[in-house]
């Protein structure tokens, strides 16, 4: 399972082009990277279902919180989803799956750099679309574990949404922590690794740094712009 093959879309640009629709799909692009609750001992105690399960409910309990829903809190129920978001998903497993072959080569400020940037491309993909939940049911369908490595299936759905979307998750230390997460069989992480060596063909590695500085700069400059 650790090696799980994706499916991927080779695209020269930097985003993702799975489908990530409406509602809750478009949510969940930023919840998928979530893992557990707890630390340590008490992360220890949970399956992998549980701890998506569990870190699931709390993402929808700030969505869902009638306060942060008021107009000019946009801001701030982000920063707590991305709280949670911090200390429970593998930002290094996932930056070097999505690179691929070239981060064996990297030295490790170089790879500091990467997951830094490759963090906030996913940031600021993702972080814009919570607006769009409804909240929509999700159904646990099963779980699958080999070695250090799960794999937890569920579906979401109401009266128009219905899309399968696979959590998969790595154990480290006794806390499974997300490194990927697969919607309507598009893999998050499989996608930005054809885009990331479509680049990297053209362009060169620096090339494709030099592109995820440009776009982080132009999305700072945006939120800037917009802040109420």
Do not use: C
Not at 17 to 30: P, T
Not at 111 to 139: H, K, N, P, S
Not at 164 to 186: H, K, M, P, S
């Amino acid at each position: 399972m650790g090696q799980m093959s994706h499916n991927a879309v080779n695209q020269s640009s930097i985003g993702p082009k799975q489908r990530i629709g409406s509602s809750w799909i478009a949510m969940a692009g930023l919840a998928a990277l979530l893992a557990l609750t707890a630390t340590g001992a008490a992360a220890a105690e949970m399956t992998p279902t549980q701890a998506v399960k569990s870190t699931i409910t709390e993402v929808v309990h700030i969505l869902d919180n009638a306060e942060l829903n008021q107009p000019g809190r946009a801001a701030e129920r982000r920063q707590r989803i991305e709280q949670i978001v911090r200390d429970r998903v593998s930002y290094e497993e996932m930056a070097k799956r999505a690179l691929g072959v070239p981060w064996v080569e990297l030295a490790d400020s170089e790879r500091q750099e990467f997951v830094g940037l490759f963090v906030q491309l996913l940031r600021d993909t993702f972080a814009g679309r919570i607006d769009d939940y409804t909240g929509e049911q999700v159904f646990y369908l099963s779980e699958q574990l080999e070695d250090r490595f799960a794999e937890v299936k569920t579906r979401l759905a109401d009266q128009k949404t219905d899309t399968l979307l696979d959590f998969r998750l790595v154990n480290r230390l006794g806390n499974w922590l997300v490194y990927d997460v697969v919607i309507d069989g598009a893999s998050i992480t499989g996608n930005y690794h054809a885009q990331f060596t479509s680049i990297i063909r053209d362009l060169s590695y620096a090339g494709l740094v030099k592109r995820m500085k440009e776009k982080t700069l132009v999305v700072k400059a945006f939120e800037t712009t917009s802040a109420p």
